[in-house]
């Protein structure tokens, strides 16, 4: 009888495993939101396209540990564009805290990469203009302000 309970308990628990695995598994590779990116610059935002060339935008939250491997990337990216693109890093900031919440490594990270500009956006509004519902979402405009990726 012992060995009924035993082989029972061992079943529930690795069922329970497996099921908790799952759920982590589909967690990690399900994107996240992203509200709908507008197909021209948002008029009514506070960036302007950059004359001449196209313009990159990178959302990120300043607490969210995988802003770093964003920046990472970000970093390697405008090294391979040799000045092509102008770029602005945009970290979100509650309205009701202090205005150095948002000042994290990952913003000093962020200002040392040549040729990006680093911004706060107060409450997310920016993000919401461009759709960007995630940590690490990216909108890229071409000269003319139209959409050339999103992601």
């Given at each position: 009888?012992?060995?009924?309970?035993?082989?029972?308990?061992?079943?529930?628990?690795?069922?329970?495993?497996?099921?908790?695995?799952?759920?982590?598994?589909?967690?990690?590779?399900?994107?996240?939101?992203?509200?709908?990116?507008?197909?021209?610059?948002p008029a009514d935002s506070r960036y302007r396209p950059a004359p001449g060339r196209?313009?990159?935008?990178?959302?990120?939250?300043?607490?969210?540990?995988?802003?770093?491997?964003?920046?990472?990337?970000?970093?390697?990216?405008?090294?391979?564009?040799?000045?092509?693109?102008?770029?602005?890093?945009?970290?979100?900031?509650?309205?009701?805290?202090?205005?150095?919440?948002?000042?994290?490594?990952s913003w000093k990270s962020a200002e040392a990469i040549p040729g990006v500009h680093?911004?706060?956006?107060?409450?997310?509004?920016?993000?919401?203009?461009?759709?960007?519902?995630?940590?690490?979402?990216?909108?890229?405009?071409?000269?003319?302000?139209?959409?050339?990726?999103?992601?």
């Amino acid at each position: 009888m012992k060995n009924v309970w035993a082989i029972a308990l061992t079943t529930l628990w690795l069922a329970v495993v497996v099921t908790g695995l799952g759920v982590l598994v589909r967690y990690e590779l399900t994107p996240g939101v992203s509200g709908a990116v507008p197909a021209a610059w948002p008029a009514d935002s506070r960036y302007r396209p950059a004359p001449g060339r196209s313009t990159l935008l990178m959302f990120l939250h300043p607490r969210c540990p995988c802003s770093r491997a964003s920046l990472h990337e970000l970093e390697v990216l405008m090294h391979d564009a040799g000045g092509s693109l102008r770029t602005e890093v945009v970290f979100f900031q509650p309205g009701n805290v202090a205005a150095d919440w948002s000042r994290t490594d990952s913003w000093k990270s962020a200002e040392a990469i040549p040729g990006v500009h680093v911004s706060a956006d107060i409450d997310g509004m920016e993000a919401r203009r461009f759709g960007a519902g995630t940590s690490g979402h990216c909108v890229l405009y071409g000269e003319s302000g139209d959409l050339l990726f999103q992601g």
